[in-house]
T-cell receptor
Framework: GIQVEQSPPDLILQEGANSTLRCNFSDSVNNLQWFHQNPWGQLINLFY???GTKQNGRLSATTVATERYSLLYISSSQTTDSGVYFCAVLYSGGGADGLTFGKGTHLIIQP | DGGITQSPKYLFRKEGQNVTLSCEQN?????MYWYRQDPGQGLRLIYYSQIVNDFQKGDIAEGYSVSREKKESFPLTVTSAQKNPTAFYLC???????????FGPGTRLTVL
């Protein structure tokens, strides 16, 4: 099956800093999503981005499907940005099944 | 107020008992999914359903069963055959197989 690797696994930053989270995947995909998991476990949709670039406030994402990676940018970090960020993909050769998740990046924003 | 609901939020089960987790959506989505999350890990697919009365096994289906009798509902039964059932279970739905998936708040299952 498809492999999804996220880096870094852990990231500790001061409030106001910028960060870049990376997601590498091993094969072609039909769907790529970024999620933020809050302390209560809820997965919050950030971006649906199988290719191209999108921006939403302080967050933006870029997926280069031909090179099999995606980047999530967080600017001017706030303490509420803390949590785990997941990248998940839908393998295009696997039929219409579910998402394959990376292990996540654990982000801690210190005041 | 559209969304995905899961119940209960917390569930405790004795070894050897079957237990059913509820997932309901009012988004009019055709596809529904069940995932499992273990501590410090990403989510793994248990079962999925693209249409009513049809469902397929995911990567870790052993010890689980599902039904899809209504478009809005996709309950998951954790059977006594599941060797390590303690985990966080999340349900998701999407309007189509390749479309954006949205998740419910999850159920934390603990086997005592």
């Amino acid at each position: 099956g498809i492999q999804v690797e996220q880096s870094p696994p852990d990231l500790i930053l001061q409030e106001g800093a910028n960060s870049t989270l990376r997601c590498n995947f091993s094969d072609s995909v039909n769907n790529l999503q970024w999620f933020h998991q809050n302390p209560w476990g809820q997965l919050i949709n950030l971006f649906y981005i199988p290719s191209g670039t999108k921006q939403n406030g302080r967050l933006s994402a870029t997926t280069v499907a031909t090179e099999r990676y995606s980047l999530l940018y967080i600017s001017s970090s706030q303490t509420t940005d803390s949590g785990v960020y997941f990248c998940a993909v839908l393998y295009s050769g696997g039929g219409a099944d579910g998402l394959t998740f990376g292990k996540g990046t654990h982000l801690i924003i210190q005041p | 107020d559209g969304g995905i609901t899961q119940s209960p939020k917390y569930l405790f089960r004795k070894e050897g008992q079957n237990v059913t987790l509820s997932c309901e959506q009012n988004l009019n989505h055709d596809a529904m999914y069940w995932y499992r999350q273990d501590p410090g890990q990403g989510l793994r697919l248990i079962y999925y359903s693209q249409i009513v009365n049809d469902f397929q096994k995911g990567d870790i289906a052993e010890g689980y069963s599902v039904s899809r009798e209504k478009k809005e509902s996709f309950p998951l039964t954790v059977t006594s055959a599941q060797k390590n059932p303690t985990a966080f279970y999340l349900c998701a739905s999407s309007s189509g197989a390749y479309n954006e998936q949205f998740f419910g708040p999850g159920t934390r299952l603990t086997v005592l």
